[in-house]
């Protein structure tokens, strides 16, 4: 099958050469000309035959809503644009009715793999129409993991990036969990031997998961994680998920005490906890601690 690929970062480039692997002809663009096959949208839309089918890897936002609208310009009716990146499921709604006004068919893709799908395939979640789908299914086949599993056709428009969000949202609660289990057994004298204590967890364990290995890789990297400032972004969709969760009354009290993890990691000197410490200094007069000052010079 030939497809137009637009987006060659990490996993968009490993994407290609993945389909280019199980014999696909992949026409890929990106702003970086030293990754892209073509100069344009248009030189890479021109390049395929009918009907054609384009996937969008670029960042979820404006971009990818600017980039769909352009290809949405180039495309004619029977023609496909697959939406892989993180984008929220709301806005595959409006793309699919947009596209459909001039008979272009949309598919929303929840992608999961990393940098590791390349070689490991990548966990697909698509949303859109049976007939639709059908179109990119053998690349579909091609980018998951072998034999069956790895692919889902979760529902209509929207519900391929609806999975992919709440996915991200588990994921979150995941790696706290794991990440405060680290710092616990670091905190103490009791274990001597942390990174091997977790990296026993892999086998056996109820707890061994993918995430876990990689805990393991990063701890083997650098055993104290030194190299590493406590500081985490988050990508969007675990404030998608909470929001879902309050829209829906669904009680996600990990998912979202993960985000809020996150939030406080960017904070060097947490006001919230700068109140917490004045309140407990000043009803039981608990010790606070103060905040060195430097002599500040005297103007002669």
Not at 58 to 81: F, K, M, Q, W
Request: charged share 25%; proline share 5%; hydrophobic share 40%.
């Amino acid at each position: 099958m030939e497809i137009g690929l637009v987006g060659l970062g990490r996993m968009g480039g490993n994407m290609r050469e993945r389909l280019r692997r199980s014999g696909h002809t992949v026409i890929g663009y990106d702003p970086n000309p030293e990754v892209a096959d073509v100069s344009s949208l248009e030189e890479m839309v021109g390049g395929l035959p009918s009907p054609k089918v384009v996937w969008v890897m670029v960042p979820a936002g404006e971009i990818t809503r600017t980039t769909i609208r352009s290809l949405g310009e180039l495309l004619d009716e029977g023609d496909v644009i697959i939406d892989g990146g993180n984008s929220r499921w709301t806005d595959d709604k409006v793309h699919a009715a947009e596209l459909g006004e001039r008979g272009i068919g949309f598919v929303d893709a929840g992608v999961s793999g990393g940098v590791w799908g390349l070689d490991n395939g990548y966990a697909l979640m698509v949303g859109g129409d049976p007939e639709t789908v059908a179109k990119a299914q053998t690349v579909f086949d091609a980018l998951r993991p072998e034999g069956e599993a790895g692919f889902v056709h979760a529902g209509p428009v929207g519900a391929g990036h609806f999975a992919k969000m709440v996915h991200n949202g588990i994921e979150y609660g995941l790696m706290q969990a794991y990440a405060e289990g680290y710092e616990l057994l670091a905190a103490t004298h009791v274990v001597e031997d942390v990174p091997g204590v977790i990296k026993s967890w892999t086998h056996g364990t109820v707890i061994r998961s993918w995430l876990l290995d990689l805990l393991v890789l990063a701890l083997e990297a650098d055993p104290e994680l030194d190299q590493i400032r406590g500081y985490v972004d988050d990508s969007g969709e675990g404030r998608w998920t909470i929001e879902e969760a309050i829209n829906n009354a669904v009680p996600a009290p990990v998912m979202t005490a993960a985000l809020f993890a996150r939030f406080a990691s960017r904070q060097d000197d947490s006001p919230t906890m700068k109140a917490v410490a004045a309140l407990r200094s000043q009803f039981g007069g608990h010790a606070v601690t103060k905040v060195a000052r430097q002599e500040v010079e005297k103007p002669a």
